[in-house]
Nanobody, 126 residues
Framework: QVQLVESGGGLVQAGGSLRLSCVDS????????MGWFRQAPGKEREFVAA????????SYADSVKGRFICSRDNAKITMYLQMNSLKSEDTAVYYC???????????????????WGQGTQVTISS
């Protein structure tokens, strides 16, 4: 089974950077598109970024475009989210997700992802 584990969350000052990692400990995610979602207190879960298996296609929410970079290392079955120029609005629990061969038009929908990690807390101070 696909078993996703996020790491790298923490407390960072506004304007700083942080890199999140998501590894498939089950080592079965070959061919999967992987994505990042986040949920802030009192808000619904929202799409952040996604990357295809090949790494050739990426998608970002408008709120993070130009600041966040999603990448992956298929040999390690690991996805990364490099977060730069962090803002207080970025404070949330970040979740890693995976879906097998979903159309790119569906990547931003949480319903497209059957596999999810437990989440990692990211807190931005100012």
């Amino acid at each position: 089974q696909v078993q996703l584990v996020e790491s790298g969350g923490g407390l960072v000052q506004a304007g700083g950077s942080l890199r999140l990692s998501c590894v498939d400990s089950g080592r079965t995610a070959s061919g999967y598109t992987m994505g990042w979602f986040r949920q802030a207190p009192g808000k619904e879960r929202e799409f952040v970024a996604a990357i295809s298996w090949s790494g050739g296609s990426t998608s970002y929410a408008d709120s993070v475009k130009g600041r966040f970079i999603c990448s992956r290392d298929n040999a390690k079955i690991t996805m990364y989210l490099q977060m730069n120029s962090l803002k207080s609005e970025d404070t949330a629990v970040y979740y890693c997700a995976a879906t097998y061969r979903s159309a790119s038009s569906l990547w931003k929908r949480s319903e497209s992802y059957p596999y999810w990690g437990q989440g990692t807390q990211v807190t931005i101070s100012s």
